[in-house]
């Protein structure tokens, strides 16, 4: 494990009430692990649910975080993120209270400070959800 | 709804008919959301403007929906309560077999801030 709970806030700039990732297991290269746990005060629990733009918003902190943590190993600051596309993302089920969230995100070539990424979200090797976003970087 | 009355207001709608609308809506400053997006800076969180189109779409065509697809979702700018608190959403629903193919554009008259192109399948 490389960061854990209040360690993340090293990595990415959001904080409570919608801090969405609370683990980094690896990264390596161009991927990274990251994870969730679901708990009942989740910002998008509806009907004891993760909410679709939960789960995007879970992956675009995962991408945030592992940046974050390129950032640091290179000496300088963790970047703010913003997601400038999302493109096709696919829901299969939405998570309850108590799961355990395990993402991969795989990081593509940075232009012009945009990066491409993709994210699977998984539960127990379930595939949850999966998505392609566009990440610009302050 | 998640974030109706919470992350945002609608004040009026403009509907065209069963598949077209636009809906009027306030950015409520005051949105917990923007204490954690993010501290001393708030910004409007690209996913709650996702969902935000998702609550029109439920509103437009009165079922609950699940966001099951999003073929493309272009953040055109930063959007926040401070900087354009009055936005409209405009929102066009096809139906297909099990849900909508939806495409929606969030916007004021200054630039647009979100051009989104998915599918809302029924909730059951």
Redesign the interface.
């Known amino acids: 494990m490389l960061y854990e709970g209040e360690a993340i806030k090293t990595l990415i700039p959001q904080r409570d009430p919608i801090m969405m990732v609370d683990k980094v297991w690896s990264a390596e290269g161009d991927t990274a692990v990251t994870g969730l746990t679901v708990t009942d005060r989740n910002y998008f629990l509806e009907d004891g649910l993760v909410a679709e733009p939960g789960l995007i918003e879970h992956i675009a902190q995962s991408a945030s975080a592992f940046a974050g943590h390129r950032a640091r190993v290179a000496g300088q600051e963790a970047p703010i993120g913003y997601i400038g596309e999302v493109k096709k993302f696919r829901l299969y089920r939405r998570p309850a209270v108590g799961e355990e969230l395990r993402t991969v995100i795989t990081m593509g070539t940075e232009v012009n400070g945009i990066t491409l990424v993709r994210g699977e979200v998984r539960s127990n090797d379930e595939l949850l959800a999966e998505t392609q976003m566009k990440i610009f970087c302050e | 709804m998640?974030l109706k009355d919470k992350f945002f207001r609608v004040e009026g709608t403009d509907v065209q008919d069963a598949a077209h609308a636009v809906f009027h809506v306030t950015l409520l400053a005051d949105c917990?959301?923007y204490?954690?997006?993010?501290?001393g800076k708030p910004?409007s969180?690209?996913?709650?403007n996702?969902?935000m189109i998702?609550e029109c779409a439920e509103l437009l065509t009165g079922k609950d929906l699940?966001?099951?697809?999003?073929?493309?979702?272009?953040?055109t700018a930063?959007a926040t309560p401070a900087v354009c608190p009055q936005l409209d959403v405009t929102v066009t629903a096809e139906g297909t077999g099990d849900g909508y193919t939806v495409t929606a554009l969030i916007a004021d008259s200054g630039k647009s801030y979100m051009e989104f192109k998915?599918t809302l399948t029924l909730n059951q």
Request: charged content about 20%.
């Open positions: 998640l917990d959301c204490r954690g997006h993010f501290p910004v969180p690209g996913v709650c996702i969902e998702k699940l966001l099951a697809a999003v073929k493309q979702c272009r953040l930063v998915g």
